[in-house]
């Protein structure tokens, strides 16, 4: 997780139009006029840009592996990224800087160190003793391909296959080659004329560490004694072999085959296997071979002190199971159970009570790695059921299309959605504990509730909880139950806007004290939600239609010597409150044929069950013009305090009183220009009944009044150019502190209220300042603008630009956020070049300028954004979001927060021999591999076979774990250590000195023997 060096800002100074905008306050504020001075407390000290933590589903994965002691998943992707799962909370993300495939992980159990095998031919030993995991050492082979790794447990010796057929042997300690090399021609001999393929797998014999088992893709099996260099016995079969696996007892193995079969061998039986089995091929009668079927990508055998062994397979599916999903087979006595996948498989492990091989293994449960999902079911309960998953894996189960991020929200926010969420659980989940249970949590230093909501392409909307830098789903909120599904497509709704996912989510809208939602959907619809805790059943869902469309007819040049006619608007919404139990009617096309006034989802007309949690107050719909689609909606705000939502697209901007479902305003963009529109002309509303002008905010109360009566106030202001489109508006008191929208305190609407409750909340009315009475305010107040290339301060209420700041020139922001961070507020930003910046308020002064990340796709900019206490975040992969941190006292903490992946445990003890193994033999014979393997025996490997590169993770990991409560322990133990590094390499120094001397000793001693009894004319 690196960290960046910030480039420091100095106080008080602008960048890029710092001088331009001095010029411009001067001649804005004459002398004796300036804008009073704001204390302002942030500065560039207080920023610094790092990653936090990355969460979701490893994104296309392509490794698997257990540690059964310290009970840690790791996952390995297609993308060179490392996962490491630990109890619910405890998670870790590394990446390899090349970052080339992960073809296999491979755990030292209960040491705290995991190899990884990469596709570029690199092995690289992790250390996970710290908790931001590091490399302490890398491997690069140079003249073969690396396809399979075995590490056998309790043994530092690394078995590394390449494709041309041999087997390397690596000191994982060291990440040295051995001189000891197994070739193919050695291991297959005479036994097949040609090269057998690449090695796809290597074990020990249980029973005995000195037999080596290796699969050769071409359907050739060795039994390799280690000690003779020699092969005991070859296993020939004339199918592709995906994989092999022992019997504890080391007496028989089993391999899987590309035609779907399973061969199970007497070890001393090389001739034919003692079992051919094909589980999913059909039975045919006459003693015939079964019908072929797909290759069986994986098998394990697993054996249980009371009863049959498991057979657990991958694949192997009849060909003629077209659209069959993919399968998961369970072999257990007489029973075979299939287990259906949502996904395809790309591995999986059977978890076991022991972590030795030559014991009953004792399978408890099986996970299963898919390629968009992770499973773990349980072997010890009757029909295999799944454990129910802890990790927030599920941000994909549909695409995210929009994200949004709250820090510091209302306490009562998290326990209230956690408890409506509880209900929407699925049933049928195994009863046992989540077994993967490794690791610590990090110590919780943020107390304040975090909340990530995500839309999604199917409609719905998740609540997460995101506090102290973990992530949990609360809620789910399926917003298309609203409208009728189309049975077939002859029946598809008016969707011209889109050919799929015609409900997914485009901008969401919260208000966190009122718990009002409000989203907006790609078929031009918004859709009011109120939360509650009672379950309701609504008769007729509230609707509007709204027309969002001007035609201008006879446009003629500004220039022309007669004004052009007005914008006549093509008709609107009834500013009429409409009564919840009927829908307006439409009219499915105008009187030419044209589809018009129509939605583009159909909203249901019968009954609707509303669970407890987020329901409908209201849909609002855009309609068709003339034969012309509406145009997405660009923007949404709701407002509690009014009871309103306002939102528009790139021809009008509508509000929306939604306690009343009515539209108080529907204005064309050309209506917004008023006396500055390019044609002077003058504003006309396009409904008769409306205010000339459009209309403001005054008091509102929950009566039924009629519109006309709540907008009292005509709009006037002046228009504010700024380059490039508007993305971010909010105002600043006189101290420069924010002005937080009005809001409603949320309570319950679903229950009867008593007459003093009604009486309190029609005298409770939002205080509103109309833009005519702000005039007679003497304070100041700023609004604060950002745009894609800029930002400006106005003073108000003179409307004068009091700072302004070009934020690029070169690239635009895709994200502009005012946020709290210190007690103080700032604006951030985020560039399409890649830049993250913050500016102070009001000034706008440059305090954070880094360089991040590029847009390298569209999802990054969808989904960034910016919330209080320094916290962001984006989707870093269509199924992970990636928190990051811009604030310098988080990233100070973050090492404290950071869940440890490993914990100190006790190695369970071996298996017991019994006395009669132990007195005639029998029992698991080992084998000294350092005598063998070893410089002294086995010599020095070729050096242009591998390159050893250093890893930045040794005693640099170390320091920086050198933190917090027991820093000043594990400094002086870091002392020791780097004492103990140099001691002992001036004890190799010294051991390989000896070690020269003695060899020169020997070869002297040769060479007296070999000439002794020779004359000197014989030399």
């Known amino acids: 997780m690196r960290k960046f060096n910030i480039r420091k800002v100095l106080d008080g100074l602008t960048a890029g139009s710092s001088s331009a905008s001095q010029q411009q306050q001067q001649q804005q504020h004459p002398a004796g006029n300036r804008e009073p001075e704001i204390q302002e407390t942030l500065q560039s000290e207080h920023f610094q840009l790092c990653k936090t933590v990355r969460h979701g589903f490893p994104y296309q994965p392509s490794a698997l592996a257990f540690d059964p002691v310290q009970k840690i998943l790791a996952v390995g992707t297609q993308t ?130 000195g037999k080596l088992l290796i699969g050769f893709e071409s359907g050739t099996v060795v039994l390799w004694d280690l000690k003779s260099k020699k092969a005991d016995y070859r296993y020939t079969y004339d199918e592709a072999i995906h994989s092999v696996a022992w019997h504890h007892e080391g007496k028989q193995f089993i391999c899987s085959h590309s035609d779907g079969t399973l061969t199970i061998w007497n070890v001393r039986s090389p001739a034919k296997p003692i079992q051919t089995i094909t589980p999913h091929g059909k039975q045919l009668k006459d003693g015939k071979k079964p019908e072929p079927c797909k290759p069986i990508l994986k098998v394990e055998f697993k054996t249980t002190r009371s009863g049959e062994p498991f057979i657990i397979l991958s694949g192997g599916l009849s060909y003629d199971t077209v659209g069959r999903r993919p399968c998961l087979t369970v072999m257990h006595g007489k029973s075979t159970a299939v287990l259906e996948m949502d996904y395809s498989i790309v591995d999986f492990l059977t978890l076991c009570e022991t972590p030795y091989p030559n014991d009953f293994q004792e399978p408890y449960a099986v996970v299963v790695l898919l390629e968009k999902d992770l499973v773990l079911i349980d072997l010890a309960q009757n029909g295999y059921p799944i454990f129910e998953n802890p990790y927030p894996l599920t941000i994909h189960e549909s695409p995210v299309t929009c994200c949004e991020y709250f820090a ?17 659980k699925r049933q049928g989940y195994s009863k046992k504990e989540w077994p993967i249970n490794g690791g610590n949590w990090g110590l919780g230093v943020q107390s304040y509730p975090e909340i990530i909501i995500t839309g999604h392409a199917d409609g719905s909307v998740k609540f997460w909880d995101a506090s102290a830098i973990t992530l949990q789903v609360l809620y789910k909120l399926k917003t298309s139950k ?152 660009t923007s949404l705000a709701v407002n509690s305090s009014y009871g309103l939502v306002v939102f528009g697209n790139c021809n009008g901007i509508a509000m929306v009183d939604y306690l009343q479902k009515a539209v108080l305003l529907n204005l064309g963009t050309i209506e917004l220009y008023g006396s500055n529109d390019p044609y002077r002309r003058e504003p006309r509303s396009p409904r008769k009944s409306r205010q000339p002008s459009g209309a403001g905010l005054c008091d509102i109360s929950e009566g039924t009044v009629v519109p006309e009566d709540r907008c009292k106030s005509p709009t006037s202001g002046t228009i504010l150019r700024l380059k490039g489109a508007i993305l971010r508006m909010a105002f600043l008191d006189t101290t420069g ?47 604060v603008i950002c745009s894609e290339k800029q930002a ?27 946020v709290a961070l210190s007690n103080s507020i700032c604006l951030a930003c985020f560039c399409a070049n890649g830049h993250i910046m913050t500016f102070s308020l009001p000034s706008l002064r440059p305090l954070l300028d880094v ?75 080992s084998l000294d591999r350092e005598e063998l393997f070893g410089e002294s025996s086995s010599g020095k490997a070729s050096r242009s076979l591998a390159q050893h590169i250093p890893g930045p993770g040794g005693i640099e990991g170390v320091k920086g774990a050198a933190s917090g409560v027991v820093g000043e322990l594990a400094r002086a133990r870091l002392a020791l250590d780097e004492r103990g590094q140099k001691l002992g390499d001036l004890e190799e120094r010294t051991a390989a000195m000896l070690s020269s001397a003695d060899s020169f000793s020997k070869h002297a001693h040769e060479m007296m023997l070999k000439y002794k009894d020779k004359k000197w004319y014989q030399f």
Not at 110 to 119: P, Q
Not at 154 to 167: F, M, P
Not at 745 to 750: A, F, K, L, P, Y
């Open 80 to 209: 060179g990224a490392l996962r490491l799962f630990g109890r619910p909370g405890v998670e870790c993300y590394c990446q390899h800087d090349s970052g080339a495939a992960v073809i296999q992980l491979q755990f030292l159990i209960n040491e705290g160190a995991l190899v990884s095998a990469l596709a570029d031919d690199t092995l690289h030993l992790w250390n996970l003793r710290q908790k931001r995991p590091a490399i302490l050492h890398s491997l690069k082979f140079c003249r073969e391909r690396v396809t399979f790794c075995h590490l056998p447990f309790q043994s530092k010796w690394l078995y590394v296959g390449t494709e041309r057929g041999n087997i390397h042997i690596v000191n994982v300690e060291s990440f040295t080659l051995s001189g000891y090399v197994i070739m193919w021609n050695k291991a297959i001999e005479l036994s097949s004329k040609s090269h057998p393929g690449p090695v796809v797998h290597i074990s020990d014999n249980p029973m005995d560490e």
């Open 408 to 424: 510091d929200c209302p306490v009562d926010l998290i326990p209230a959605l956690y408890s409506v969420g509880a209900r929407q």
């Open 482 to 633: 609203v409208f009728e599904k189309s049975r077939n497509k002859d029946e598809r709704p008016n969707t011209d806007i889109v050919d799929e996912d015609p409900y997914a989510i485009q901008i969401i809208s919260w208000c966190p004290e009122s718990r009002m939602l409000c989203i907006a959907g790609v078929s031009a619809h918004v859709i009011i939600y109120r939360f509650s805790k009672q379950e309701v059943i609504t008769e007729v869902i509230p609707m509007l239609e709204v027309r969002l469309l001007y035609e201008i007819n006879d446009v003629e040049s500004p220039e022309g010597e007669q004004a052009p006619p007005l914008p006549t608007p093509v008709g609107g919404s009834t500013p009429q409150p409409i009564p919840p139990q009927s829908h307006p009617s439409t009219s499915s096309s105008s009187s030419d044929g044209l589809r018009d006034n129509v939605p583009c989802l159909k909203v249901k007309n019968s009954p609707l069950k509303q669970s407890p949690g987020y329901q409908t107050e209201l849909v609002i719909q855009l309609v068709w013009v003339s034969g012309e689609p509406p145009q997405q909606i």
């Open 737 to 783: 502190c924010l002005v937080p929208p009005a809001y409603e305190s949320w309570r319950e609407h679903n229950v009867p209220e008593e007459k003093d409750e009604k009486e309190k909340l029609k005298k409770r009315r939002p205080v509103s300042v109309s833009p005519s009475s702000s005039q007679e305010i003497s304070e100041n107040q700023y609004a």
């Open 792 to 818: 400006k301060v106005i003073s108000l209420p003179t409307q004068n630009c009091a700072y302004k700041q070009n934020i690029t020139e070169t690239s635009f922001v895709l994200r502009g956020d005012i």
């Open 851 to 925: 360089y991040y990340l590029p847009l390298t796709n569209m999802r990054i900019a969808r989904t960034f954004c910016f919330t209080n206490n320094g916290q962001a975040l984006y989707l870093v992969s269509p199924t992970e979001i990636q928190r990051l941190t811009y604030s310098q006292e988080t990233c100070e903490n973050l090492q404290e927060m950071l869940g440890e992946l490993f914990t100190p445990l006790e190695t369970p003890e071996a298996p017991n021999r019994g006395f009669f193994k132990g007195l005639f033999g029998g029992g698991a014979q």
